[in-house]
């Protein structure tokens, strides 16, 4: 990579990458330290929302998933390195093809699940013809 090129993508690093001068092993550790104490806070924040009462109770769930998402985000940027760069696409493509085979198999397993209970004999009914024989 050239002079021009290097000056060029200076601004655009993701949180988790490092600039090409800060290629010590100060500045790699730096990253992963961040990325832990994000995550520790994440996790933290999770567990003090289950375990204390300042939220409706009804919204816990759906604050749960936003903080594991957030959690997930900052796995992928500060240890597995995901960014935008024209050098990550084919990961961020694999990671989306990952997610929509993951969404087609819970979704899929969901909807087989739903119209097998909704199809099956009744229990009472069944205990009936077994009593019969």
């Known amino acids: 990579m050239s002079a021009h090129e290097d000056s060029q993508w200076q601004g655009q690093l993701a949180p988790g990458d490092e600039a090409a001068a800060d290629s010590g092993l100060s500045a790699g550790v730096r990253g992963y330290v961040i990325g832990l104490a ?26 749960l998933g936003v903080l594991a998402v957030a959690q997930m985000g900052i796995h992928l940027v500060f240890f597995l390195h995901l960014n935008t760069g024209p050098d990550n696409t084919n990961n961020i493509l694999a990671l989306a093809f990952g997610v929509l ?33």
């Not at 209970?117 to 009472?124: A, I, K, L, S, V």
């Open 38 to 63: 994000i995550s520790v806070l994440l996790t933290a924040a999770s567990f003090l929302l289950i375990h204390d009462t300042f939220l409706w109770k009804p919204a816990i769930p759906i604050a």
């Open 101 to 133: 085979i993951v969404a087609i198999v819970v979704s899929g397993s969901l909807w087989i699940m739903s119209h097998l209970n909704h199809n099956m004999m009744p229990t009472e009914r069944v205990l009936d013809l077994h009593q019969q024989r």
